[in-house]
């Protein structure tokens, strides 16, 4: 496709779950970024992938998050054993890395409720 | 510690008006700046890029200013509309390895008839 892609949209699910995400960057875009954003708050940045190089996971809040990028490509964020305050719109970004931190393009984002 | 502060957190204005909208940052080495507008349940979509020798750039009705020296940008919108109505967020980039990004808090701009 043109842009990020991410699924799903919607997840509700029950505490204690777990949940996968997922995140189709756009073609060629070697970097990408993982984001949490809860309702009415910034973006908080979750983990970084760029290239063949180790992925950035200092911002993973805890040991139930993880994310794996396959062949450079999709990448899927997964959340172990989900608390309510994990509920949150989780946004995917991609970029073509030149030389330097380029343009950020993000997906439209997955809302994950947790009851 | 690389921060980036916006203000105000939000603002309301009318129709028509203009308004301008201020980042502070403490990044450093600095690489450039973005603003990003993010609509209500999408993802930002980047408007503007600053980089150290720019002082303004324009885009349609969106105009960014950096001053690299006292660290700080502003983004002035001209005779607003109402789908200006949206968060938006300055993004500071650093020249280091890895994740090279620091966003800020964001301003929610609400548009009013």
């Known amino acids: 496709g043109a842009g990020v892609s991410q699924s799903p949209s919607n997840k509700v699910t029950e505490k204690g779950k777990d949940v996968e995400l997922r995140c189709d960057p756009i073609s060629g875009h070697t970097a990408l970024y993982w984001y949490r954003q809860s309702l009415g708050q910034g973006l908080e940045f979750l983990i970084y992938?760029?290239?063949?190089?180790?992925?950035?996971k200092s911002g993973l809040p805890s040991d139930r998050f993880s994310a794996e990028r396959t062949g450079g490509s999709v990448s899927t964020l997964t959340i172990q054993r989900t608390q309510q305050e994990d509920s949150a719109v989780y946004l995917c970004?991609?970029?073509?890395?030149?030389?330097?931190?380029?343009?950020?393009?993000f997906g439209e984002g997955s809302r994950l409720t947790v009851l | 510690k690389n921060q980036v502060e916006q203000s105000p957190q939000s603002l309301i204005i009318l129709e028509g008006k203009n308004c301008t909208l201020q980042c502070n940052y403490t990044v450093s080495p600095f690489s450039n700046l973005r603003w990003y507008k993010q609509d209500t349940g999408r993802g930002p979509v980047s408007l503007t890029i600053m980089t150290f020798s720019e002082n303004t750039k324009s885009n349609g009705r969106y105009t960014a200013t950096l001053d690299a020296d006292t660290k700080q940008s502003s983004l002035h919108i001209t005779a607003s509309q109402l789908s200006d109505s949206a968060s938006y967020i300055c993004v500071v980039s650093f020249l280091r390895g890895g994740n090279m990004l620091t966003f800020g808090g964001g301003t929610r701009l609400m548009v009013k008839p």
């Open positions: 970004a991609s970029s073509h890395k030149a030389g330097g931190p380029g343009e950020l393009f």
């Open positions: 992938f760029q290239g063949n190089s180790a992925p950035d």
